[in-house]
C-alpha cells in the first residue's frame, strides 16, 4: 500500500511511500481500507512545523492526518465482531478511546496524526469503538469531513445544553466566524436545528454560498470591521446567544462585545495566531466582559463517540444534511490539496481520495 509521510519540515518535504499492508489484528480491532481523507488546519501545522515545540522533532516520520473514511475488510475477532461486519463504510473517530465525557490527558495521547499515526495511507487499523457508521445516504468524500469539523461544530452549538431543551428555534441567534470546515459544519447544524445564524467572511462570493446553505445574515468584515456592532443591530441589541468563535485573540475583542447576555462563546479556533499585542493587560477587561454579560467562554477540543453518534441521528440522518466539500484531490496530489489549505481559499472542506491506485 501507499502512504504520505512527514518530518514536521514542510510541504514539499512530504514523502509518497510503499510500505506492506497490516496483517496482525487484535481481536477488538478492525482493518480499514480507507477511501478518503480530509484536510484540518492542525494536519498544515503538523506538516510545517508549527507542533514540534509541544511534540519535538520525530526521530521516525509520521503519517499526517486524522480524518478518514472507508470500508472494513477484516475483523481481528469476537470483540469487534459485535460492532461491525466486513464491508460496513466507516468514519474515524480522531481519539479512538474518548467514549464518553470531558477529554483527558489519555484521551489526547491516543489522537491519531498526532501523536499516534495517521491516516494518509491506503490501509490501517483501528480499535473497533473508534470508528463510527456511514449514513447511507452520504458518499465517502462527504463522510471524511465529519471526524473533527463536524462534531467540534456539534460541541460548540450544543455542550452545555440537552437537545431537548426549550432554548432552540429561531430567537437563539449564532454567529459563526468565517466559512471554513467548522463554521460551515456548524452553520448546517443550526440550520438543521432552526437557529438563525450569522455569518461573517471577507468575501462576498463565500457569503452568498453560506446565504445558499441556510444563513439568514451575512457580514462582510472586510467591508464592516466593526462586524460586531452589526451583530448587535442584527439581534436588536441582544446579541448572539452562541458565538463560533474561530480566530483567536485577535477577534475575541469583538465577540466579547456581542455576545448575548446569559450566551457562550464557543472557542475552537486561534487562525489570527496565539497572541494579541498587549494581550496580557487586556485579561482583567476580558474577566469583565464576561461577568457583565453573564456569558460564557468555552474550550472546545472535539468531542466524544457518544455526542457524535448524538449528532448523526439528531442532523445527518433525520435531515439527511450532507458536509460541504470545496475540492476533491487524489493520493498524488496531497502536497496540491496542502497548498490550497494554505491559502485559505477553500468553503468547507477539502478532501483527498485515497484510493487503491
Not at 489484528?25 to 492542525?42: F, T
Request: proline share 5%.
Amino acid at each position: 500500500m501507499k502512504q504520505w509521510t512527514t518530518l514536521m519540515d514542510g510541504i514539499d518535504n512530504l514523502k509518497l511511500e510503499t510500505t506492506p499492508i497490516p496483517t496482525e489484528l487484535k481481536e477488538d480491532e478492525v482493518l480499514v481500507r480507507i477511501n478518503c481523507v480530509s484536510l484540518n488546519n492542525r494536519d498544515l501545522q503538523l506538516i510545517t512545523g508549527a507542533f514540534k515545540n509541544r511534540y519535538g522533532s520525530p526521530e521516525n516520520a509520521i503519517v499526517p492526518c486524522s480524518d478518514a473514511s472507508g470500508t472494513i475488510v477484516r475483523i481481528g475477532g469476537p470483540a469487534a465482531g459485535l460492532l461491525w461486519k466486513e464491508g460496513d463504510r466507516v468514519f474515524s473517530l480522531a481519539r479512538p478511546n474518548h467514549l464518553t465525557g470531558p477529554m483527558y490527558p489519555e484521551h489526547a495521547a491516543a489522537g491519531i496524526g498526532i501523536p499516534l499515526s495517521g491516516v494518509l495511507v491506503q490501509y490501517r487499523v483501528f480499535p473497533a469503538a473508534g470508528l463510527v457508521r456511514t449514513p447511507n445516504h452520504m458518499s465517502d468524500e462527504e463522510a471524511c469531513t465529519l471526524t473533527i469539523a463536524a462534531i467540534t461544530a456539534w460541541m460548540a452549538l450544543n455542550w452545555d445544553q440537552p437537545i431537548n431543551s426549550p432554548r432552540r428555534g429561531k430567537d437563539v441567534f449564532v454567529c459563526l466566524q468565517g466559512t471554513g470546515g467548522v463554521s460551515i459544519a456548524a452553520l448546517q447544524q443550526a440550520h438543521a436545528l432552526g437557529l438563525t445564524t450569522i455569518v461573517t467572511s471577507s468575501s462576498d462570493s463565500k457569503l452568498e454560498k453560506a446565504r445558499k446553505l441556510g444563513a439568514d445574515y451575512v457580514i462582510n468584515y472586510k467591508t464592516n470591521p466593526n462586524w460586531d456592532e452589526e451583530v448587535l443591530r442584527l439581534t436588536d441589541g441582544r446579541g448572539a446567544d452562541i458565538i463560533v468563535e474561530t480566530g483567536g485573540p485577535g477577534t475575541m475583542g469583538k465577540s466579547l462585545r456581542c455576545v448575548a447576555h446569559g450566551g457562550t462563546i464557543s472557542a475552537v479556533g486561534i487562525l489570527t495566531g496565539l497572541m494579541e499585542e498587549g494581550a496580557g493587560k487586556d485579561q482583567i477587561a476580558v474577566g469583565m466582559r464576561l461577568i457583565q454579560r453573564n456569558a460564557s467562554l468555552k474550550g472546545i477540543n472535539i468531542g466524544p463517540r457518544d455526542r457524535v453518534e448524538e449528532m448523526m441521528k439528531l442532523v445527518y440522518e433525520e435531515s439527511s444534511v450532507c458536509p460541504v466539500v470545496d475540492r476533491i484531490f487524489g493520493l498524488a496530489d496531497v502536497k496540491a490539496a496542502l497548498e490550497h489549505l494554505q491559502m485559505g481559499s477553500h468553503f468547507g472542506k477539502i478532501v483527498i481520495r485515497v484510493g487503491d491506485d
